[in-house]
């Protein structure tokens, strides 16, 4: 968020130019999806576990297909 605001900040400046602005967002975009990703991974990781612990069956099949159908139909 800061990064943003400071490319912000320098772009009304004029001290960088738009694409630069577009590069600094799409960054901030990216990261913010590969955290949330790894989030993702890690509940994930924990119900399989939980699971594995418990004794319970299937878990990492279902997690798996959900995960499948998440992917493909945010696009």
Do not use: C, H, P, W
Request: charged fraction near 20%; charge should be negative.
């Amino acid at each position: 968020r800061t990064i943003n605001e400071q490319a912000l900040l320098e772009y009304n400046g004029m001290l960088i130019d738009v694409f630069e602005l577009l590069t600094t967002a799409r960054e901030s975009i990216a990261t913010n999806v590969s955290a949330i990703a790894a989030k993702r991974d890690f509940f994930i990781a924990t119900v399989d576990f939980e699971t594995a612990i418990i004794g319970g069956g299937g878990s990492a099949g279902s997690a798996e297909g959900s995960v499948a159908t998440a992917e493909g139909g945010g696009n």
